[in-house]
């Protein structure tokens, strides 16, 4: 038999026991601490300095050390009054008949439904959202209530996107030179026999250098791969990266960016036209590419039909915006 989740009561009690194990550890090398002090404070007492004298020697006040040598056991910081429970037990029934109804409510709504009952034959609870709140917790706390999961997910998933090393942009990346601004795009490509592909597309916003690499997934792992593809082959350095919110930019593809120390910047919501050189260019590939050739669906022969058209597009497709020249033409005249 192999048993794949714990019971819940079994990794609670193995996470308690860890906690009590890492603190228990924790008191003990503070115990030899404090003992070691007092003993070198002793010792220094019988080598002729007064207990003043000694203290200073070792760094801890006389008071300090007379009180550890009585008891070198450190003392409990929990307040001597502490607050008491201000609810009843009819508001505490109250609220887990309500949570036990309705399992992902909150302290608001059911705050709200206490104080104004719904049904003619219920009496309102005079009770605050605060206390709602804290009666949840206790129920929690005790295994009468269960957390709402899914909220919990959320919230983890706040505090992942407020951890983010990224720069969320008002407006497109500004660029003064090549690979001060680089936008990357997913884009979608259906063939005929119901297979799909996805394309990373990246285009520089100085001088319209254009890279395009096929994926069978769409996932930080293949935007990753690209980006190594990507600064590997552009003939500038990449210093800034600008990208949508899409989950394939995250994890792996932002990891990489830090240890390449490339900027990762992210467009607001729904604002593609922020991103506009890589979505034109996506168009140039749908319709020049995709669109005018029959191309093999496997993945590694696409992606060698792709490496031909970014040639071709870097060294000999003429560029409108840019006079004329092909992008490979535009940085060697601003190389010179």
Not at 60 to 88: D, G, I, K, N
Not at 191 to 208: E, G, L, Y
Not at 243 to 268: H, K, N, T, W
Request: net charge positive; glycine share 6%; with cysteine.
């Amino acid at each position: 038999m192999q048993v794949r989740v714990l019971p819940r009561e079994i990794s609670r009690g193995a996470r308690t026991a860890a906690t009590l194990s890492s603190r228990s550890e924790a008191v003990a090398a503070t115990i030899n601490e404090r003992v070691e002090l007092v003993r070198r404070w002793r010792r220094a007492m019988a080598m002729g300095l007064s207990s003043q004298e000694a203290a200073a020697a070792v760094g801890v006040s006389r008071a300090t050390l007379y009180r550890w040598r009585r008891s070198p056991e450190p003392r409990s910081r929990r307040p001597r009054q502490v607050r008491q429970r201000q609810w009843t037990r009819a508001q505490e029934s109250a609220v887990a008949a309500f949570r036990c109804q309705y399992p992902a409510w909150g302290r608001r709504r059911i705050g709200h439904l206490l104080r104004h009952p719904v049904r003619d034959d219920s009496c309102a609870v005079p009770i605050s959202d605060a206390t709602v709140g804290r009666i949840l917790a206790h129920l929690v706390a005790c295994g009468r209530a269960r957390p709402v999961l899914c909220f919990t997910a959320a919230a983890r998933k706040r505090r992942q996107r407020q951890t983010r090393r990224v720069k969320r942009l008002k407006g497109a990346l500004k660029a003064n030179r090549p690979g001060d601004a680089v936008q990357i795009d997913t884009l979608s490509i259906w063939f005929p026999s119901n297979h799909t592909v996805k394309q990373f597309t990246a285009i520089d916003r100085c001088s319209r250098w254009g890279q395009g690499t096929a994926a069978s997934r769409a996932t930080a792992t293949s935007a990753k791969r690209f980006l190594d593809r990507l600064t590997e082959q552009a003939p500038f350095e990449v210093r800034a990266i600008q990208v949508d919110g899409g989950s394939e930019f995250m994890a792996d593809f932002e990891q990489a960016c830090e240890e390449r120390d490339i900027e990762l910047c992210v467009l607001p919501p729904r604002s593609p036209q922020l991103n506009g050189r890589v979505e034109r260019l996506q168009a140039t590939y749908r319709h020049e590419f995709y669109g005018s050739y029959q191309l093999p669906h496997r993945i590694e022969p696409l992606n060698r039909c792709l490496d031909d058209f970014n040639h071709h597009y870097n060294r000999q497709r003429p560029h409108q915006a840019l006079g004329g020249l092909t992008p490979w033409q535009y940085l060697q005249s601003t190389a010179a």
